[in-house]
């Protein structure tokens, strides 16, 4: 065992440094962050115009040379090679000359053997010109093509993403099939991965002759309104704006019955044009999800869209609502974007406190991966909208999701069934299947790290500790995450660990979902890691079925190489007979009901949130808020040069105007949303006859000592 293991589990004197304490350190692999230079030993004369760039389009970034003159490279490389060309000719000139000049002072035999032996050197030196001739002629469509590939990349890097409004206009339905006369249906709308909720429907007074809108809790009205309200008609009439980034994204409306428990009226998806001004009004027919759902009816929308010229955003953009969380580095909140009206959560960043703790590299890291997932289809990973920074702070801005954590309903119900747990784990397959895909692990999968949206579905955030750039199977040595999701590598393993750790994770938080407890809790942190490491797993009676528990198995196998994904990634864990009824291409279009469809009045709604934070008063937010704190030197600000999303060139002069009355909220320590990952669960369920039955008859528990009580193997 390593040194650094043994200090790890306390089997030497343990250092100064807490052992709780798990701060990620850089990583051996991770080069540290540091500006590009031009090289002096470039070919400045194939080249002579060129300069380094940056370039972002909508799918990709392209890093490498614009080149300002489209015919510099061709007319460089056709300089050069006519050079060498005329060089040779001359040679072989000279040579002909010499030997013309030879032939008139040729007497004897010995001057007629050196004249064939020159006769033969250029003979030699022909063969060579053809022999050049032939490579110039055979690598020329090469050339081309990289020139071409070239010119190309610059012409990508020079496009900008497409930015606009939509705006939208839920106005009606007819046809409904509502089961009762008191239905109050509701819609959702999701566009980007942004939402809207509608609010209960309308009800027309016709002797005001206005319409009156019904909160979805508003049952009182039913009486007084039936003469005037038909469930299968209903009328909503609700605006609401969002924000557009890219050209190719698809508007998804689903029809709810808040009345019913949230029961599925219909759903439809929209391409609306986002290339050129326009405006579409017109009724769409709902869709069932699934072939047996039985749907009927239509909904009435209208579409505007408008391009924005606006490149650049800063914190003066968004009003704050609501306080959602604090964490070690900053805090997230809940705001409503000034000229949309958009609801997101903006993640605010101290600059101070990232610099102090050296996480400058991690900090850009997650920003670069939310920036990456953002211009690539991602259905279950929270995406980037914004990023910017002030001379004290870093800001996140990213889609709000009213559904909340997965940790909040997990700890408000103590366990999930064994079919919500599949079809959470399931999204979280293909979340983990895009990353690794995209060379990203994530290395701190865990409930308060899920998020659900307004109907139901899974979405990842938080890539704080996330890496990037681990191609196949390369590792990486940083020691992070939370306790009792490290997987045994993380703790023993000197030489590294790859993406295999995210699924040793989702094989704790299966058993976690369906059990309502950690596999390997403890109360002590170094007798956690022994667990980890050594000890075994009890499954409780009849809590998961035969394919279930071969499923958390395969996942926490500690030997990395043999675990369930080693062979073929996420690919293998979507194969296992646990899966068997899962659609997968159905599931990744979000066409399977989710077992689960959270209440939420409105899109405004934090009530899936810890109101230990939701609760704060915001005018004790803005008050911090007004505080600041003292601006980093120019040269520490060069290190998170870059991290703006708009416009890179606003980094720095955008803010000069309003930092002096204005400065960011020093942040207060302590857990991110919510809890300390450190310390244990704030609720831990446990069937009491289950640990009766545990004590004195240890033979109705499942203990698989094969599988998890033997040393830890390479």
Known sequence: MSDFAKNLFGFVKPKSTSPETMAPSQDVNEAPLARVVSSS??????????????????????????????NALNRS????????????????????????????????????????????QHQQQQQQLQQQQKQQQHYQPLLSKKQDYSLASAADAADTIQRGKLR??????????????????????????????????????????????????????????????????PMWHHTAIFDVIGSKSQLQISVYDTSIDGSFLGHLNISPKTTDDSSVEKWYELQPRLPNEPVTGKIKIKLDYSNINKRHYGPNDFEILRLLGKGTFGQVFQVKKSDSKRVYAMKVLSKQVIVKKKEIAHTIGERNILVRTATTESPFIVGLKFSFQTPTDLYLVTDFMSGGELFWHLQKEGRFSEERAKFYIAELVLALEHLHDNDIVYRDLKPENILLDANGHIALCDFGLSKANLTGNGTTNTFCGTTEYLAPEVLLDESGYTKMVDFWSLGVLIFEMCCGWSPFYAENTQQMYKNIAFGKVRFPKEVLSHEGRSFVKGL???????????????????????????????????????????????????????????????????????????????????????????????????????????????????????????????????DEQSEIEEENEGEDMDVDDEFVSGQFDL
């Open 168 to 233: 939208i206009n839920i106005m009606e339905a007819r046809g409904l099939n509502v089961t009762t006369n008191y239905s109050q249906p509701y819609v959702v709308c999701t566009f980007e991965s942004s939402e809207i909720v509608t609010q209960g429907p309308e009800s027309y007074d016709p002797k005001n002759a206005q319409f009156v809108h019904r909160n979805n809790n508003d049952y009182s009205t039913r009486t007084k309104s039936s003469a005037n309200y038909n469930p299968a008609n």
């Open 77 to 120: 490389i056709n300089q050069f090679d006519h050079a060498q060309q005329s060089n040779l000719t001359a040679q072989l000139n000279t040579t002909q000359t010499n030997v013309n000049n030879e032939n008139l002072n040729i007497n004897n035999n010995e001057q007629q053997r050196q004249l064939k032996q020159q006769q033969q």
């Open 556 to 686: 926490l196998n500690r030997n990395p190489k043999h675990r369930l994904g080693a062979l073929n990634d996420a690919r293998e864990l979507r194969a296992h007979p646990f899966f068997h009824d899962v659609s997968w291409e159905n599931l990744k279009e979000k066409k399977i009901p989710p077992p689960f469809v959270p209440h939420i009045a409105n899109e405004l709604d934090t009530s899936n949130f810890d109101p230990e934070f939701t609760n704060a008063s915001t005018s004790a937010i803005n008050r911090q808020l007004m505080m600041g704190t003292t601006p980093l030197s120019q040269a520490v600000q060069e290190n998170f040069k870059g991290f703006t999303y708009v416009d890179d060139s606003t980094m720095f002069d955008h803010f000069n105007g309003s930092m002096g009355r204005r400065g960011s909220y020093k942040p207060q320590y302590g857990s991110f949303i919510p809890g300390n990952p450190n310390l244990p669960p704030d609720e831990e369920v446990v």
């Open 41 to 70: 030993g470039f070919p400045s004369e194939i080249l002579p115009h060129a300069t380094p760039t940056i370039g972002l389009n909508e799918k990709s970034y392209a890093v490498g040379t614009t080149i300002n003159d489209p």
